[in-house]
T-cell receptor, first 114, second 113 residues
Framework: AAGVIQSPRHLIKEKRETATLKCYPI?????VYWYQQGPGQDPQFLIS???????DKGSIPDRFSAQQFSDYHSELNMSSLELGDSALYFC?????????????FGAGSRLTVL | GENVEQHPSTLSVQEGDSAVIKCTYS??????FPWYKQELGKGPQLIID?????GEKKDQRIAVTLNKTAKHFSLHITETQPEDSAVYFC????????????FGAGTRLTVKP
């Protein structure tokens, strides 16, 4: 079965640079979530989208932005990168409605800021 | 907002023993409680979940119990195997609500052969 696809899997950037992470949800899933996981930490919710509209916002820095496109894929844009942005970034998707709102996570994108 | 606490942070058991991980939540509106297993370098994988209208759910060696009154839920793994070694996260959210899902801090389980 198709899973949540994230790209790139690994990304190395310099401070103050910009990075873009992409997420392709499970087919027919209409909701996408972004999480940030620091070393030894639990995943922290950043932002979510439902039907291309932002549905909820967590601890996402102002330097970050995200959107969901008409094909339901999502992109997380990170600007003015800081060392502390180094983390695993997970995307998850779910299907709203009568389902259980079960979140399925992708394998993650590891961002390293030097 | 929801606050999920998870204990213990690390747990080491002998192969074949049982392991129990406990979580508490603060938002009485939460009605969906999944457990995720995260192996090194991978994303969290759902292993079992429970909704607030059920007190217990079992799937082979894994079971979850929920006490709505006390706002706590637990993961029970019986007959542990070395491949059960991973970090386990509990979480809580309100179904049909677009609020985010809050995770516990995680439990690193080590099963010694």
């Amino acid at each position: 079965a198709a899973g949540v696809i994230q790209s790139p899997r690994h990304l190395i950037k310099e401070k103050r640079e910009t990075a873009t992470l992409k997420c392709y949800p499970i087919p027919r899933h209409d909701t996408v979530y972004w999480y940030q996981q620091g070393p030894g930490q639990d995943p922290q919710f950043l932002i979510s989208f439902y039907e291309k509209m932002q549905s909820d916002k967590g601890s996402i820095p102002d330097r970050f932005s995200a959107q969901q496109f008409s094909d339901y894929h999502s992109e997380l844009n990170m600007s003015s990168l800081e060392l502390g942005d180094s983390a695993l970034y997970f995307c998850a998707s779910s299907l709203q409605g009568a389902g259980a709102n079960v979140l399925t996570f992708g394998a993650g994108s590891r961002l390293t800021v030097l | 907002g929801e606050n999920v606490e998870q204990h213990p942070s690390t747990l080491s058991v002998q192969e074949g023993d049982s392991a129990v991980i406990k979580c508490t939540y603060s938002d009485s509106a939460s009605n969906y409680f999944p457990w995720y297993k995260q192996e090194l370098g991978k994303g969290p994988q759902l292993i079992i979940d429970i909704r607030s209208n059920v007190g217990e759910k079992k799937d082979q060696r894994i079971a979850v119990t929920l006490n709505k009154t006390a706002k706590h839920f637990s993961l029970h793994i019986t007959e542990t195997q070395p491949e059960d070694s991973a970090v386990y996260f509990c979480a809580a959210r309100v179904i049909y609500n677009n609020n985010d899902m809050r995770f516990g801090a995680g439990t690193r389980l080590t099963v010694k052969p």
